[in-house]
């Protein structure tokens, strides 16, 4: 948390025992629960000379004058020959006399985050205003690199019509200061309309706009007395998220560019449309004093949706810059009650809270958070005896799997003798949750045994054998898809499930081992589907792309997502075709019927295991598609399930520890505007000896005027699903999302689509899973 | 241009001489006039055997289904196992029987394009029916590849669902076969509509589907009964570009692919929807003769549409395919008179009869069309003598030269002493026309400087100076921003222009060489303005990209352009603020007022030589923004200019041959919807020691219901321009495309825009022009 502190006079007195003002004001601020001081790094007096140079009085007479050459010649032909002279000696060489900073020491600068001149107008309309801006600009952050100042905040962009210009300059200034990070200060949204630029400020505009100027957290330029206040809010937010976008997308993601969201102007109540800034990396958040509302016993509180958002915030740990503490705005409880409040607030977000519980996700992930993992090879790699270690610590995981086995023991009609087979069995998990189950039924004549083709863990297998097992197990070393099984098995127990459930390569695996199940015999798992959702996250885009492989932007990895923003939405979309925020791409199921089998009793090709899927989703609000989210979820045996589907695993299996989401990276990211539709095409292909994924994406708008006839009242439907019920959701009494709709919304699809735009292709050819034996 | 000919047997029996039908049929063909032979790679054999393995009978009776899973395993219930058996034998050693190929040899594959079984459903509807295509179309590349066969074209695309997954396909086999091309067979539009996709060909559907599939130039399955006739043409044309923008995408612009466009659909008579194919690979296109009709005489002749498209197709010189010529469709001229139609055609182009027409551009730049040159840098570079002798060829250039010295020195009120300098003589051209202009005046007490800083060039100067000019012209070496001149010039002369205007630094040296100027002097070119158009070209994106510099996409290159599209209208678009097809960025004008100056006569800083533009493009018809024209256009004196704009320069410098446009590139193509806005963003800045540009893109479409306010009749209105209308257009008396909407186009603009995407910033920092002295 940082204090805002302001500093008009550098050489005022400082109080004993400091030696200057800013020294004093940053010793305050720590005592009263601030970490650190925002601060201007400029005077009036620079201000002043700058206006003089730079700005003429009449510069803003004349906006209408179109012709920019002509109104160039005009401001030099108005101008003071002398003016001109000076301006262009500053120009030569840029350069601040002592008392237009407001910092001078290494000490004064060591814990400062400095704000760069509030007044510099980087997107005026006037070309020439724009590049003096420019040069005083690069001169501010070269004074504040020579004092090692590690962040500097920019004023806010002002003026849409050119924010490329306003991007171009930053970029320019990331490229010169090579150490120094640059936040982009942002209203979470803008009112500002675009057939209204912000008149340029000239030094005649009186006293009282200097005065507002040198309170930045007043957001005198930000809220306009618009005209179009009837669009929604959300549209304003979405222009603001815009205007980030640009300036980020032309700054290529530099990852030196962060955002100070100045939460100034009143958050709306829907979270929807705030969840964009999730997935980017907003290093500051702006909260002046006059956003407080005073409590019934006068403390300084926050409204319930600025609440909000600062919890949810907490996935960036962003740094609270509160402005006014000390201007007695409040009642109750002083200077000290801003910063306790947001301390509370801190401490009571749900992130901070769930990372802090033990046996939650979010506390066994810490440090994993929006890290990029390598998917596991099991198949072509022999884990390691800690990677085994670390999932065999899900308690729920195994929980369900003895709940499973438990019940298709009970539920199983031939009595004599059963057979349990393990394929796969690692350090032994299944194993022994395979015995209690059998212990619970209280059967005899069980025979278990556990294949295993890890060398290593068949070490393990044997000790457990030998120590605790005894002749209840019998071990079998080799591939279950190569190995012989004496006696065909019941129940077939195997966990070979990926994040996106064949990921794997359990469907190939499994119909090794359908060799010795028998006919009518059961596979723990039964089933599998993988699920996909349009995902937006500056980090992780960053991320892929830094790591120095060609391949990196074609291979998923293994992702415990938080600074992310899913951008789908429930709604039906343009088309009237779209499905949930969350879709299903395709399914397994196991034991497989009707396959072609050779003399081995295994299929001679793999094609049988190549799917397909083209998903619809509706993107009610702008956003950037990075990548795709991939979930899993499998049925164990009847309604005892695993799932990792973000609004089903906590019914289905809440605090399951051992999968994280996939992350399918896209090479280029898209632009998605407000209600357009996102057509996403994925592929699981096979060859003799790999499997992989290829995935594509297409962006669609509903037709303008013409020819289209929009459906009516489309967004009071429920949303038709991909696929049928999930079984899991079925039987802990959620309402099932049934689909009786999919023929109606088949027939509504009347409107015509746009095409706006697609990425290109990505594929996993270069990192496959390779089934070779 | 070659002749598709069917084979349906391959055991037929030739005629004497020849060993096969293939070679008999090729030299039958070469003997008509065609240099070679289009032929179906595979016989009714191999269909027969593949839809019996891989096609049910009933595959197509309940298309409503939609759970693919299902529709999966009910396939292989339904199916005779003992056919499942050998399709599965099949996927595993995919290989043909002899007469199931058309060719077997070598010497028949010597000069054959091959057809791929055009039945073959690469974006079936099915999960499985598409998996067993990408099988056969990749046997068949093999064999293909086997016999050294070059280009292979593939079937058309025919389910729009699915052109993601045909265009995957088309991806992996060019990943699979690295030496072959591949065409994609398109028809230029498609009326299909998504709603009916085409039911799968089945075996049972009679032997007249078979026959008509063995005559492929048929459109059987390219012209539906489509329901959705009431589209404009224009719509079908665009969905079949998209059609291939999303093949050629995914397969990430691969040089090997090209397209096959099938002109059977009768073309319009709209030129500017047809103009898009002019950027792309178009290197194969069909003509059945039933694409021909009957002239007075009875002969085949095509209609005007495509005879049009055909002769400026000519930029590509694509191969012409031609069907059907022996079956007698047309009373006269027989077999060979469709192929000496076309030659007739390619003859009468007038991109062939400008290309062998002296004096021409076109004739000039003969292999130099679409031919990424790197911008001189005369300023950093000492020109070699070669370069200088190219370009003294051009006679208009220098005619206009020696028209406005001479006009300059009759209107030029003083009398006694005129003094002419030449800045950056180069090998004299300039002094030699400055001289005979002076002759022609009959003034006297004319003296004539001649400035070069080349100290090779001077060299020649020098020669010239003994043997030609003797004392009428003194020389100085140097460069003009820093060498002494005795006397002051009345006339100033220079060529300092580049392809921009502005981009060899014209602007920058002019500065310097004003200290010798009178306050009154004349500077010839008085003024010049950058234009900007966005274009199309995989072509130019392909090369760009493919240099190995990491700057290759951020500089900007000299190109001649011919296989290239202006994706901008001349409407004012959806925002009712677009301008012309070409706009006008900036201007410099000579000599400049209120400049401050330094001791030496120098402006202290280059600021003053900054710009930026923001234009508005309409973009009528969909298509991929991959780069940005430039041109620039100049005025030397009064009405005597040079331009290369591409509506201009025929009316001001016909054939001038000095300067082909400039090529800006981005780094990723923008996709661009029909009638969609496109903001682009350019600006020439400038250090102490550097001058470059740097340019961005963002896309917008019109907004779709709700807020928007949209203004009828934009269409009749005319454009607005940026800027003044061009002096030099006014003197040759065509009508000035006048401003008086331009308040009008602002208050007009009511449309909101949504944003739809944008490129990213791209600059030549890494390749900027030296100022340094």
Redesign the interface.
Known sequence: MLALKQLKQIDATPSEPYETVPLELISEAQTKGYDSVCLPLTTEAWRKRWTEMCLMPSDSVHP?N????SRR?SR??RRD?AV??K???W??NPCFEWDEVTITRLDEAASITAIVSEWLELDAED?GI???AE?ALQQELAYASYLTIHTAILPAPRNR??I??Y??TV?ACL?KAPFMSIAIRLPVYDTTSV?EPIVPVSPSSSSSSLQSSSTPSTPRLFVSNST?S??PLEAHIDAAW?TWD?IR????YNIRLTLALDLTPPLPNSPGVLSKWAAEAVRYIFLPSTTFIANAKGYPVLPKPTQNFIRDSMTHRPNIIISGASSGLHMRGGEDAYSQYVRHLERTSSVVQAAETAGTVENFAQGYQDYLQAPLQPLMDNLQSITYQTFEQDPVKYRSYEEAIYKALQEWPYQDKIVICVAGAGRGPLVARSLSAVDRTKRRNVHIYAIEKNPNAFVTLQNRQRMEWKDRVRLIFGDMRSIVVAEKADILVSELLGSFGDNELSPECLDGAMRFLKPQGISIPSSYTAHLAPLSSSKLYNDARAITDEKSLETPYVVMFQAVNLLSGEGPGPSGLCGPQVQEC??F?HPR????LNDQGL???N??N?????LRFHIPH?GVLHGLAGYFEAVLYGNIGLSIHPHRKDQISKNMLSWFPLFFPFK?PL?L???CELQV?I?RLTN?RQVWY?W?A??F?????G?ST?SGGGQSLVSPTV??PSPLIDAIDLVPRSSPL??DGLER?TATL?????T??HNA?GRSNYIGL
Chains 1, 2 share one sequence.
Do not use: F, M
Request: proline share 3%.
């Open positions: 209408e179109r012709s920019r050459e010649e030099l032909l020959s001109e002279k301006a262009e000696a120009r030569e070309d724009r590049y003096d040069i019509n050119h490329a210009s991007a171009r970029r490229q057939t179009d009837l669009a815009e640009l997308s032309i700054c290529d395709w399914e199921e019927k009707n396959l072609v299929p001679p090709t094609s049988h190549a799917r397909s899927a083209k702008a280029e632009y505007p407000s209600n095409s592929w003799e290829e594509h297409e962006s708008l509903g037709s303008i005027g020819t929009t696929g049928v999919l023929r699809s746009v095409k706006i735009g697609h290109s292709l050819g």
